[in-house]
Each structure stands twice: as C-alpha cells, then as structure tokens.
C-alpha cells in the first residue's frame, strides 16, 4: 500500500506538511480520503514506535475518518506555521489554518489528545528494554506524538533550518541539511534550473 505522498526523509512533522503537494496537473491531497490515510499512516508506520502495520489494519472506516480529519487539522495548522517560519508566499501552498494562534491551538490540542508514555521493563537475567504505552487507539497516539514532534522542531533553533521549495509549481517544506541544499529533490533543483535557462534565453532573444 503506497501513499501518493511524497516522502523525503525529512521530519515526521515536514512529511505530514508535504501531504499537500504538487505536479502538471495540479495540488494534490494525499489524506484526501480513508485509503489515503491508511497508506500515508502504512508508509510511516516504521518511524513511529506507537503503531504497526496491523493496528493500522485493523481500522475500521470510521476510525479512518476520524483520523484522517486529524490528520488533516494538524497538517494545516503546521503549514500555517511552516509559512510563518519561512516567509512562504507561494499562492498554491496556502494553508487552510488562516491564523497563526489557531494554528498554535490546534497544535497544542492535538499533541494532547491521546496521551502516550514511556515504560521500562526488565526481566530478571535480560536487558530492560524501553517501550510506549498509550491510552488510546495506537494509530491516535501517532498522530499525537507527531504534534509532539512538531512542537519541538517549532520552538527550537531547528524551525530555522526550515525552508519553502521554490522550485516552478511545488509546495513542499523541507529541513535545510547542508549548506548548498536550496531544493527539496534533485527534482525540483533541475526543474528551477531549467526554468532559470529558459529565462535568460528568452531575454538574449527578445
């Protein structure tokens, strides 16, 4: 099962953002509806230590529904917030969250709404080992413990590594890892290049 989702290898919160994204035909949502929840929940399933495959498979479409409208609520108000950060003014990439202090309560209040835990356990002869514990639905935790992640990046030095791809068309965020990284792929790097050739040769000729 894959998302139609772009996944970069950024921060949990940067893909969730990047669930809005681009190409020839338009802006797309990957959350758009249960299945695409699903996949998206499947696809970073590995990175989050609250879930697997099977919790996820074990949603009912309800549950779907419920998660994906979280889902989607967070993803905005960290949008809203990402375009804060990073000055963003790209038209197609304009959050649904209008407001920054709504996008701060809907943060705060998703990162609540499903508390999980650390748990030591230790039995006599073997290594203790660490594992999370939730009071809810495993899938719910997730997406509490991914606003929790978003809380960090935002109020730490982090938020300013975090840029806006201002390749043609795209609307994805990303984490500027190295110094010369100005994209978010080599993609979008040979699509401004191009677009940036194009103009000069217009120029020459016009």
């Known amino acids: 099962m894959d998302t139609d989702a772009p996944l970069l290898g950024e921060p949990l919160p940067v893909e969730l953002m990047n669930t809005i994204w681009a190409d020839r035909d338009g802006v797309h949502d990957a959350l758009r509806d249960p299945?695409?929840?699903?996949?998206?929940?499947h696809a970073v399933s590995p990175r989050i230590d609250l879930m697997t495959?099977?919790?996820?498979?074990?949603?009912?479409p309800s549950d779907l529904d419920r998660l994906g409208g979280?889902?989607?609520?967070?993803?905005?108000?960290?949008?809203r917030l990402a375009a804060e950060t990073t000055e963003d003014a790209r038209p197609a990439s304009t959050s649904a969250t209008r407001e920054l202090d709504e996008a701060v309560s809907v943060l705060n209040q998703a990162a609540g709404d499903t508390?999980?835990?650390s748990a030591l356990s230790?039995?006599?002869?073997q290594a203790p080992s660490r594992h999370t514990r939730t009071s809810g639905q495993a899938a719910s935790a997730?997406?509490?413990?991914?606003?929790?992640?978003?809380?960090?990046l935002f109020s730490q030095g982090t938020r300013h590594h975090l840029r806006a791809c201002l390749a043609p068309g795209c609307v994805l965020y990303f984490l500027k890892n190295h110094p010369r990284r100005e994209w978010c792929s080599p993609g979008c790097g040979n699509r401004a290049r191009s677009a940036r050739h194009y103009q000069r040769h217009r120029r020459t000729t016009a």
């Open 142 to 152: 997730a997406v509490s413990a991914i606003a929790e992640e978003s809380i960090t």
């Open 122 to 125: 230790w039995t006599p002869g």
């Open 53 to 60: 495959p099977g919790d996820l498979d074990a949603l009912t």
């Open 115 to 117: 508390p999980h835990w």
């Open 70 to 79: 979280r889902l989607i609520g967070l993803r905005d108000a960290l949008r």
């Open 35 to 41: 299945d695409g929840t699903r996949a998206w929940l």
